[in-house]
């Protein structure tokens, strides 16, 4: 008898349980292989915005800390009004400030600029784009062009809170006020596309001086 004799195939029952065992064990290694990559893409989206809300707020709180205002200008009054773009808070703020100086740039610490954040809603509608305008000739008419910078985008809400001595307000100036008035505390609150919230209060160095800013923008010395 030959040695083969006693040999069999493969059922086709045999091959289609094997083939569904396979498909399983390749769609389990799929599954996981989509979820890692998942993860990553929202572990990268979270650090992005991260890393651009906190560099907007440390923007944001540099050039606020450099705020003045005069009574002799009302052009230089620091003013905040709070919109609503698709239900997300939208304020846009407006204020004159002595300029930080450019690392390798011409400009001075002493200059002045006037400083506009803004926000705009972005294509889709869903998120908001935090805008910077910069202008460098505040306090003349000028036919300059301003600069316009993204600072975040995929917001959720920007809003700006005021700290007036007694009771916080998200628009300045706030009623019987005067309109050169500025703050004692600024509070900035951007949301990010995950609806986390953050927030930096800002004190400002200048508040109380408006009095003693003359046109030129530069405080005045202390007598001797």
């Known amino acids: 008898m030959s040695g083969t004799a006693g040999r069999r195939g493969f059922t086709l029952l045999e091959l289609l349980l094997t083939l569904a065992i396979f498909s399983v ?61 698709s239900e997300k808070p939208a304020a846009t703020l407006i204020f004159t400030a002595f300029a930080l100086p450019e690392s390798g740039g011409p400009r001075p610490a002493s200059g002045i600029v006037k400083i506009r954040y803004f926000p705009k809603l972005g294509r889709e509608g869903r998120f908001l784009e935090l805008y910077r305008e910069e202008s460098s000739l505040p306090l003349i008419e000028n036919k300059i062009p301003t600069r316009e910078v993204r600072m975040a985008d995929r917001l959720l809400g920007f809003r700006v809170e005021f700290f007036d001595g007694g009771t916080w307000t998200r628009e300045w100036p706030p009623g019987g006020r005067k309109k050169s008035a500025l703050p004692g505390k600024v509070a900035f609150v951007l949301t990010s596309s995950s609806g986390e919230e953050y927030r930096r209060v800002v004190p400002l160095p200048l508040s109380g001086t408006e009095a003693a800013v003359p046109f030129s923008g530069r405080r005045t010395e202390a007598r001797q």
């Open 25 to 85: 064990v390749l769609l389990l290694l799929l599954s996981s292989f989509t979820g890692v990559e998942r993860a990553r893409e929202i572990l990268s989206d979270r650090y992005r915005d991260f890393r651009q809300l906190r560099m907007s707020i440390d923007r944001l709180g540099a050039d606020i800390q450099g705020a003045f205002s005069s009574d002799g200008i009302e052009a230089t009054a620091l003013t905040c009004h709070e919109d609503t773009f």
